[in-house]
């Protein structure tokens, strides 16, 4: 009984060279996604000052000053009129 047992390993079939584009492309696309999650999660330092202070709220005074506009000679009332049926 012992010599009618087959311990030898099963025939697997070599991967197609798709099929070993696809496993790493699923890999690669893996750690990607990964490394973006990681990217929103984990703060960044801002070593750069003059990013924080454009950041910073603008003081009222040049917020309220009112801009000097020509006056737009293109825009005109338009009439309103009846559709004729």
């Given at each position: 009984?012992?010599a009618e ?6 025939e697997i ?5 798709m099929?070993n ?14 490394i973006?999650?990681l ?13 924080s202070?454009s950041f910073e ?19 005109k009332?338009k009439k309103?009129?009846k559709?004729?049926?």
């Amino acid at each position: 009984m012992a010599a009618e047992l087959d311990f030898s390993p099963p025939e697997i079939p070599e991967p197609t060279f798709m099929e070993n584009v696809l496993r790493y492309g699923l890999f690669f696309g893996a750690i990607f996604q990964l490394i973006c999650v990681l990217a929103i999660i984990l703060p960044v330092s801002k070593s750069h000052k003059t990013d924080s202070d454009s950041f910073e709220p603008k003081n009222s005074e040049t917020a309220k000053k009112p801009k000097a506009t020509a006056p737009q000679i293109s825009k005109k009332p338009k009439k309103e009129t009846k559709k004729k049926r």
